[in-house]
């Protein structure tokens, strides 16, 4: 089965720090995978997805950018943190063809 | 735009009784369906899910209904038990595009 590996559990980063968060698979080869973020009082917001190395779709327009540098990896980053990036990031992957997300346990990020 | 929506933000059910939790979707290219569980501080996880070619599915504890027509979706838990006690989050899939949209979620609390 899947496991997905994300941290840290928590983040506080002042205004205009860089972010680096990174997300981890075992379990499978060649997994879709997606940042989701979770604000306050929301619902999950798919951030981006991505079907490959190197390959990644965003889905909305933002601060913050995904890489995928190895097929089990994927790293969410921003180079100059907002205040409106404070929320709750969880990492997810599945085997395509309608298969069920599973996700990692999520960051919770502050930013001050 | 919301194309997944959870109208109800929080369900009080007692213990023994039937909880439903319900969905409605705008998009009719949406095929596939799924519910979610999230507990506080955690990823969400895997509850149900449906296809739209049927019109329903059991799992235990947990049944999904689909209406078609009117693009809505319902997640009956019975009998609800404490531990039920999370936000369930209603999800749809288009097509073969494996990106999960997800509703706002319902918190659901189940009380002795």
């Known amino acids: 089965s899947q496991t997905i590996h994300q941290w840290p559990a928590t983040l506080v980063q002042p205004v205009g720090s860089p972010l680096s968060l990174e997300c981890t698979v075992e379990?499978?080869?060649?997994?879709?995978l997606y940042w989701y973020r979770q604000a306050a009082g929301r619902g999950l917001q798919l951030l981006f997805y991505?079907?490959?190395?190197?390959?990644i779709s965003s889905e909305v327009p933002q601060n913050l950018s995904a890489s995928r540098p190895q097929d089990r990896q994927f790293i969410l980053s921003s180079k100059k943190l907002l205040l409106s990036d404070s929320g709750f990031y969880l990492c997810?992957?599945?085997?395509?063809?309608?298969?069920?997300?599973?996700f990692g346990n999520g960051t919770r990020l502050t930013v001050t | 735009d919301q194309q997944v929506k959870q109208n109800s933000p929080s369900l009080s059910v007692q213990e023994g009784r039937i909880s439903i939790l319900n969905c409605d979707y705008t998009?009719?290219?949406?095929?596939?369906f799924l519910w979610y569980k999230k507990y506080p501080a955690e990823g969400p996880t895997f509850l149900i899910s449906?296809?739209?070619?049927?019109d329903k599915n059991e799992d235990g504890r947990f049944t999904v209904f689909l209406n078609k027509s009117a693009k809505h979706l319902s997640l009956h838990i019975v009998p609800s038990q404490p531990g039920d006690s999370a936000v369930y989050f209603c999800?749809?899939?288009?097509?073969?595009?494996?990106?999960?949209?997800f509703g706002t979620g319902t918190r659901l609390q189940v009380f002795p």
């Open positions: 379990g499978t080869s060649n997994p879709n």
């Open positions: 991505s079907v490959g190395i190197g390959q």
């Open positions: 998009n009719s290219m949406f095929d596939y």
């Open positions: 999800a749809a899939i288009k097509g073969n595009t494996d990106k999960l949209i």
């Open positions: 449906i296809s739209s070619i049927k």
């Open positions: 997810a992957a599945s085997k395509g063809n309608n298969s069920p997300l599973h």
